[in-house]
């Protein structure tokens, strides 16, 4: 079964840092583009940060660019987003999610987690 | 920024009913949009991408329509289990999403 699990959420401070981690699982995630995407409390969802299979691109929301840096290891089968810098606007349910095609992709999410929370109080 | 709108916000059906969601985008997105169902607790799933094109393991009873700003999403016979939230996103211009639509139990 194709599985994304997230997990590295917790309680943090403002100022504070945090690295998410998601494991993949059914498939070899070198092949393929992934995301972050949040959805903070009683808003929508926000797409927050995409790396290529390759990771030969890279893109973050203006809302994150300079703080968050989202890498992969494909030996671990893993995704990560190092946040630093934390806001309270920042607290939210974080996915992990797959592209739905390989290499060059399709920017469509197919496969997404249950996400970790993040909630960024003092 | 993009900007997608879904209405209604709630969509009050019965089991058998005809669903009709509505996604409107602020300006035209060709037709890179996609539908997603969540349920309480659970990772969103993906319906529709590309306007049309169900994803692998879908009923057919899901079916996408639209083109440049206006699309929709029909459930021609809902099921129990198809009581859910769904949004909408767009892939045209990075990514953004709607707000959701909440089908529910009338």
């Known amino acids: 079964e194709v599985q994304l699990v997230e997990s590295g959420g917790g309680l943090v401070q403002p100022g504070r840092s945090l690295r998410l981690s998601c494991a993949a699982s059914?498939?070899?995630?070198?092949?393929?583009?992934m995301h972050w995407v949040r959805q903070r409390p009683g808003r929508g969802l926000e797409w927050v940060s995409g790396?290529?299979?390759?990771?030969?691109?890279?893109g973050y929301a203006g809302s994150v660019k300079g703080r968050f840096t989202i890498s992969r290891d494909n030996t671990k089968n893993s995704l990560y987003l190092q946040m630093i810098s934390l806001r309270a606007e920042d607290t939210a349910l974080y996915y992990c999610?797959?592209?739905?095609?390989?290499?060059?992709?399709?920017?469509?999410?197919?496969?997404w987690g249950r996400g970790t929370v993040v909630t960024v109080s003092s | 920024e993009i900007v997608l709108t879904q209405s209604p916000a709630t969509l009050s059906l019965s089991p058998g009913e005809r669903a009709t969601l509505s996604c409107r985008a602020s300006?035209?997105?060709?037709?890179?949009l996609a539908w997603y169902q969540q349920k309480p607790g659970q990772a969103p799933r993906l319906l529709i991408y590309?306007?049309?094109n169900r994803a692998t393991g879908i009923p057919a009873r899901f079916s996408g329509s639209g083109s440049g700003t206006d699309f929709t999403l029909t459930i021609s016979s809902l099921e129990p289990e198809d009581f859910a939230f769904y949004f909408c996103q767009q892939r045209y211009s990075w990514w953004t999403f709607g707000q959701g639509t909440k089908v529910e139990i009338k």
């Open positions: 300006e035209s997105v060709s037709n890179y």
């Open positions: 999610v797959k592209d739905l095609e390989p290499a060059v992709g399709a920017d469509v999410f197919d496969i």
């Open positions: 059914g498939f070899s995630l070198d092949k393929y583009g």
């Open positions: 590309d306007t049309s």
């Open positions: 790396i290529t299979w390759n990771s030969g691109s890279i």
